[in-house]
C-alpha cells in the first residue's frame, strides 16, 4: 500500500519526526536484504556480508520509497481513491506485520543453510551464529547510515529550493536545486571519496610493494636482482623479489623427474616512478639477453596480476617440464591488487601484456627458425586480461605464440570471450568446446584437458596448444559489470560441480555478491575460488608436448616440496 501523503507539506517527508521510515520502503529493503543472503560462488566473511546486505537494503529502500512516490503522484493525476474498511483496515494492521516476520525468519534461515552448503562445496567453514550476528548488525549500520546520507541530501535540496525560490518559480528553482546537489553530490562521491580513497589505497599498496620479503637476493648470475644483474634487487617489489628467489635448484627438478636438469632462469623488472610500461618491457629483455635467455628451450612470457604477482604453479611446471631449460620473463606495471584494477584501471595491464610480449617476440623472431627457444605464454587473473591483449585476436595468439596456459581469465577479456561467443552448440559457458579442441581446451579441472564437461573425448589435440583454466567457483572468472542486469549463460545453464545449485542470478545483487567474493577468492583450497595449483601441470605438460593423460604425480610430489604457495 502505498504510504499516505503528509497533509501538511508539499515537500514530501517535510515536518515528519526523523525516526519516519516509509512502508513500503521498509517492503523492498526487507525483500533486497534477503536476497543479499541469498548463496553465491563462495561463502562470504561476516563483514562482506553486513557490507552487501546494508547496501542492498538501502538500494531496495530508495526504490519503495520511489515507487511509492510514482505511485501517489498517479493517483493524484487520474483522481483514483482507495479505501478500505475499518475491519479490513484492522485485519491488514494485524495480519501484514506477522506474515512479514514469518516470511524474513523463514528466508533468513533458508538462506543461512543455502550459504553453509555453499562453503561444503568448496570445502570451507560456514559463518558461525555469533558472525551472523554481527553480519546483520552491521548490515543494520550501514543501512541507516545511507538512509542519514540520503535524508540529508533531500533536506539540502529543498532548502535550497526554498532560498531559490524567492527569485524564480518555484517549479524552476525545485529543478535547480536538485541539479545542484545531484553534481555536488556526484563530484564530493568521484572527486573526494573515491579518489582520495583509491590514493589512500595506492600509498598502502605502495608500502606493501617495498616492505621487506625477509629473502636475501639470489647469488645466481641467472636471476634478476643477482651477481651481474641490471635490476637492482631493492627495484624489483615485494612480488619480483618473491619470484626470482622461488626458482627450484636443479637437483629438486632432477629429484623429481629423474632426469638430468639445469638452473632455469627468472629474470624480472620493477615499475619504478621514473619509468613507463615501455621502459620495464625493455628492461626485461635487457635482462634477457644478459643471462642469454633465449639460448634455453623454453622462453615463457608472463603477465603478471595488478601486485606483480606471478603463480609459482605456473612457473614452477614450466621448469619441471623443461628440466630447468627455461627461461621466465616478467614484469610489474602496478601496485594495486587485481580486483580493485579491474574495477578501476583496465588499460594498463593491456599496455604491459602487449609491451612486454611484443619486444619479446620482436628479438625471438629475429633467430633463425631451427633454433629458437620454444615461446609461450601465460598468465593468471589479472595477467590472464593482460597477456591476451597482445594479440588482436585467438588467429593471431595461435600465430605468434607457441602456447599458453590463462588461468582464471575475466569473462570480459576479448579473447577468452569471443572464444566462449562462438563456442560449440550444446557446450556451457563455464567450460566451453572451440573447434572440437583443436588447439584451444577449456578446463575446469586438470582431468578435463581430455574430454569435455559431459565426458566426450577430444579429437586430435594439434600444436600450438592453449589451455584456459577456469573453475565453475572462480568469482575473478565471472565478475562482470553486465551481471547488474543481464543473466549469464553460466547460471542458466548446468552448475558447476563445485557451485551450490541453489545460486541464481539476482538483478543488481549477483554483481556486488560476486564482487565480495573476489575478495575471498583464495581462501578456498587448490581446485576451488580462483586458487589453481597442480592441475596446472598437466595443463603446461600439454602445451609443452606430453599428453593430458600422462601420470604427473612424481612431479607435483616434488613442487609441493617447492612451490611458493599463495598466502
Known amino acids: 500500500m502505498p504510504d499516505a501523503p503528509d497533509p501538511r507539506t508539499h515537500h514530501p517527508g517535510a515536518g515528519r519526526a526523523w525516526w519516519h521510515v516509509s512502508r513500503t520502503g521498509l517492503f523492498f529493503g526487507a525483500a533486497y536484504f534477503l536476497t543479499s543472503m541469498a548463496p553465491s560462488l563462495l561463502p562470504r566473511t561476516w563483514y562482506y556480508q553486513g557490507l552487501i546486505s546494508g547496501l542492498c537494503a538501502s538500494v531496495g529502500y530508495a526504490l519503495g520509497v520511489f515507487v511509492s512516490w510514482v505511485v501517489r503522484r498517479v493517483a493524484r493525476l487520474i483522481d483514483l481513491h482507495v479505501t478500505v474498511s475499518g475491519e479490513a483496515r484492522h485485519w491488514l494492521l494485524v495480519a501484514a506485520p506477522v506474515f512479514g516476520a514469518v516470511a524474513v525468519l523463514g528466508l533468513t534461515v533458508a538462506n543461512v543453510r543455502s550459504q553453509a552448503r555453499t562453503a561444503a562445496f568448496v570445502q570451507l567453514t560456514p559463518l558461525d551464529p555469533f558472525d551472523q550476528v554481527m553480519a546483520l548488525a552491521l548490515a543494520a549500520l550501514v543501512a541507516v547510515l545511507f538512509l542519514a546520507v540520503a535524508r540529508g541530501l533531500r533536506g539540502a535540496t529543498r532548502q535550497l529550493a526554498e532560498a531559490a525560490g524567492h527569485v524564480l518559480p518555484k517549479t524552476i528553482a525545485t529543478l535547480m536545486a536538485v541539479v545542484v546537489v545531484a553534481l555536488a553530490t556526484a563530484w564530493v562521491t568521484d572527486s573526494v571519496l573515491f579518489h582520495r580513497g583509491m590514493q589512500a589505497f595506492a600509498g598502502i599498496a605502495a608500502q606493501v610493494n617495498i616492505a621487506p620479503t625477509g629473502r636475501a637476493a639470489p647469488t645466481s648470475p641467472l636471476r634478476s636482482g643477482g651477481p651481474g644483474s641490471l635490476e637492482a634487487w631493492d627495484s624489483l617489489g615485494y612480488q619480483g623479489q618473491m619470484f626470482v628467489t622461488s626458482a627450484p635448484t636443479s637437483t629438486q627438478i632432477s629429484a623429481a623427474t629423474d632426469r638430468g636438469a639445469i638452473e632455469p632462469i ?248 560476486l564482487t565480495t567474493d573476489m575478495a575471498v577468492g583464495h581462501d578456498p583450497p587448490d581446485g576451488y575460488g580462483h586458487r589453481y595449483g597442480p592441475e596446472l601441470v598437466p595443463a603446461w605438460g600439454s602445451v609443452l608436448g606430453g599428453s593430458p593423460t600422462d601420470d604427473y604425480s612424481k612431479l607435483v610430489a616434488g613442487m609441493e616440496e617447492t612451490v611458493t604457495r599463495v598466502d
Open 266 to 513: 627468472r629474470v624480472y623488472a620493477g615499475r619504478t616512478p621514473e619509468r613507463t610500461v615501455a621502459d620495464v618491457a625493455d628492461a626485461v629483455v635487457a635482462e634477457l639477453m644478459r643471462t642469454k635467455a633465449f639460448n634455453r628451450r623454453v622462453l615463457a612470457v608472463f603477465t603478471t596480476t595488478g601486485t606483480g604477482w606471478v603463480d609459482d604453479w605456473s612457473a614452477q611446471s614450466v621448469e619441471y617440464l623443461s628440466d630447468g631449460d627455461s627461461a621466465i620473463a616478467a614484469m610489474q606495471y602496478s601496485y594495486l591488487p587485481s580486483a580493485m584494477s579491474m574495477m578501476t584501471d583496465r588499460d594498463t595491464p593491456r599496455e604491459a601484456g602487449r609491451a612486454l610480449f611484443d619486444k619479446v617476440y620482436a628479438v625471438w623472431r629475429t633467430l633463425p627458425a631451427d633454433d629458437r627457444p620454444k615461446l609461450v605464454v601465460g598468465g593468471e587473473s589479472l595477467g590472464a586480461y593482460g597477456g591476451q591483449a597482445a594479440f588482436t585476436d585467438a588467429d593471431d595468439m595461435l600465430a605468434r605464440a607457441q602456447g599458453g596456459v590463462w588461468v582464471g581469465t575475466p569473462s570480459f577479456t576479448d579473447i577468452a570471450a569471443s572464444l566462449t561467443a562462438r563456442r560449440n552448440e550444446g557446450s556451457p559457458e563455464i567450460v566451453p568446446v572451440v573447434d572440437e579442441g583443436l588447439h584451444i581446451r577449456f578446463a575446469a579441472s586438470g582431468d578435463q584437458l581430455s574430454h569435455d564437461s559431459y565426458g566426450r573425448d577430444y579429437g586430435p589435440w594439434d600444436f600450438p596448444r592453449f589451455v584456459y583454466a577456469q573453475h565453475a567457483s572462480d568469482p575473478v572468472v565471472w565478475w562482470n559489470p553486465a551481471l547488474l542486469g543481464a543473466e549469464p549463460d553460466w547460471l542458466r545453464e548446468r552448475r558447476g560441480d563445485d557451485v551450490n545449485p541453489d545460486v541464481t542470478w539476482i538483478p543488481f545483487v549477483t554483481f556486488w555478491q
